[in-house]
């Protein structure tokens, strides 16, 4: 035991003085503050960008230096560049103590990317085969195998199966040329099981499980989780929706965790079009009224030209309901008091319109229904109008309205798709009344990526009529169509060109392209015709703008300045 004694303290008075010497030489290396950081400076890259590089560092500017952090965010770049397709990428560092702190300097030699020149999956994919031209001659990335094995697995999901494998063997045939060999294993298909709700207080269980859009039994539908989300979230009563899957014996179970939240909400619109339009409104509603989670809302609109004064104030009273008879429906009645007084004379209306809502398909609606008016026009100064005055008229009409898209947002597209509207109005004949007339409200547009979700081309065409019902055209002046302004002829103010058309066209060309983050450039060009009663549409007669604007995107909205032109010699609104 003594022996063994002596040993040991020979071996720690052997070690002893190596260890000392290399805690006083390396210590600040490992754990020693040297300062403040007060500046990183980025050189040499170029694919990447300096402010993406600049979030893989764990160090932060105006707080202390380590240098082990600066090691180790050295040896983290490398491995990004690597991650990025960059195998040879080169980077030295080097950190300063100056008076006003630390400076780090970086520099980087990206060298050759590599660059994805063949794909191939085992077995072959029809899917596969429509989106790998999106990945081909583009540079390899980490990330690039990731999305691409999210997409398949996304795909497959939508149709049962639920659990596929994906895996990816990455080649280089060639100096900085890579090949892809994606094998898939789709698994087996899955089902629809039961659905466990938590977290309820006051809302029946029962209004969460009617929203499903599947049932038990059913093939799995990735998609059909993602609306059955989308429409718990859309009744506006619950501030936290999470949705978990869990699968055995090659069925899924699907458990909503909802917490309950204020049902009562406050809403502001906001607006102004050049030269002097302004629009202005509040909203007030409920969300769940009489416990039954049917919709109650007060909406008041107000619109007013400053130059001339016209105005028009707008009062809503909204009620919905979401099921009818046990069926997904939305039916609303809604009451409606305007009064305006515009160029052509002075109104107010009174109406009553009720609509039933039915979802035909993914992103396909059908909306019906019915709508009373009555409209008292007094002081009217156009003898073009033909109304009579200080009397009532009675307008009677039917609503038939059709919508389809194929947009994963619609908000603001930024992927290749399209939309399609039509909105009709029926006035007169069996269902008598003062007026007699069809509106017609046609309205469509392409979305073309130029290039990686960040250049967008948009094609937008709409034309509108006021056609005879029964042979018979009579048409309140309010009715006919406005050229101008904000939402069509954008080198024209707000019906600059006219606002008592009964046909019009309308086109634009859109190029969209990202500027920062949420900030987006646009260039337009803006092309319409409009023509009398009884007259031809002719785009010979039509008129064309032109010019750009910045365009501000939120999940919810889209916030926008144009400028737009009729030519070069004048001057633009």
């Given amino acids: 035991m003594h022996k063994g004694g002596e040993d040991t303290n020979r071996v720690t008075r052997l070690y002893l003085p190596f260890l000392i ?14 300062g403040v950081l007060k500046m990183i400076q980025i050189t040499g890259n170029k694919a990447l960008k300096a402010d993406v590089l600049r979030g893989q560092l764990k160090m932060t500017l105006d707080t202390p230096f380590y240098p082990y952090i600066f090691y180790n965010d050295v040896d983290g770049l490398k491995k990004f560049y690597r991650d990025n397709g960059f195998p040879e990428a080169l980077i030295t560092a080097e950190y300063e103590k100056t008076e006003e702190g630390v400076v780090v300097k970086i520099k980087i030699d990206e060298g050759e990317p590599e660059i994805i020149t063949r794909m191939e999956s085992f077995p072959e994919s029809t899917y596969f085969s429509r989106i790998k031209k999106k990945f081909l001659n583009r540079r390899w990335a980490r990330g690039v195998e990731e999305t691409l094995i999210l997409l398949l697995t996304e795909d497959f ?11 990816i063997k990455k080649t280089t045939a060639e100096s900085h ?56 979230y859309a009744l506006g009563v619950f501030e936290d929706i999470n949705i978990r899957l869990i699968d055995a014996e090659q069925t899924v179970t699907v458990l909503v ?8 909400w406050i809403g502001i619109d906001l607006g102004y079009t050049s030269p002097a339009v ?38 809503d009273f909204n009620y919905s309901v979401g099921w009818i008879f046990g069926k997904k429906m939305d039916i609303a009645f809604i009451n409606s008091i305007i009064n305006e007084n515009q160029d052509k004379g002075r109104k107010t209306q009174l109406s009553f319109k009720i609509l039933g809502r039915k979802e035909l398909g993914e992103s396909r609606v059908l909306v019906t229904g019915y709508e009373k008016r009555l409209d008292y026009y007094s002081d009217l100064y156009s003898e073009e109008t033909a109304l009579p005055t200080d009397e009532w008229l009675i307008t009677n009409g039917l609503i038939l309205e059709y919508y389809q898209d194929n947009l994963k947002n619609k908000v603001h597209p930024r992927e290749k798709g399209y939309f399609i509207s039509s909105r009709n109005f029926f006035s007169g004949g069996f269902l008598e009344g003062d007026f007699s007339y069809v509106k017609t409200h046609t309205e469509g547009a392409l979305y073309f990526d130029l290039y990686n979700n960040s250049h967008i081309l948009v094609f ?20 006919l169509f406005a050229l101008g302004g904000a ?5 024209y103010v707000y019906k600059g060109l006219g606002d008592d058309f009964y046909k019009t066209a309308l086109g634009n060309v859109e190029y969209r392209f990202l500027l920062y983050k949420s900030f987006w450039g646009e260039l337009f060009w803006d092309i319409a015709a409009g023509t009398k009663k009884n007259n031809a549409l002719n785009w010979s007669d039509g008129v064309d703008s032109f010019g750009g604007g910045v365009r501000y995107v939120l999940p919810f909205i889209v916030i926008r300045v144009n400028y737009g032109m009729r030519d070069l010699s004048n001057g633009g609104v």
């Fill in 278 to 315: 302004g629009r202005f409104g509040l909203e007030w509603g409920n969300n769940n009224v009489f416990g039954k989670l049917h919709k109650f809302s007060i909406v008041n609109r107000n619109e007013v030209d400053f130059e001339t004064m016209n105005h028009q104030i707008a009062l």
């Fill in 487 to 491: 939402y069509d002829l954008r080198g």
């Fill in 177 to 232: 040329h890579v090949q892809l060999d994606v094998h898939i294993d789709k698994g087996e298909q899955f089902y629809f099981g039961e659905i466990y709700c938590s977290g309820l207080k006051t809302i029946p269980v029962s209004y969460l499980l009617r929203e499903a859009p599947f049932s038990g039994g059913e093939l799995f539908d990735i998609d059909a989780v993602r609306k059955y989300q989308e429409r718990i």
């Fill in 460 to 479: 937008h065409g709409a034309i509108r009529t006021l056609t005879p019902m029964n042979g018979d055209l009579r048409v309140p002046y309010d009715e």
């Fill in 21 to 34: 010497l290399f805690l006083t030489l390396f210590s600040p290396l490992i754990w020693g503050e040297e």
């Fill in 157 to 167: 999901q939508k149709r049962g199966f639920y659990k596929p494998h994906i895996s």
């Fill in 257 to 264: 965790d909802v917490k309950e939240g204020k049902t009562k």
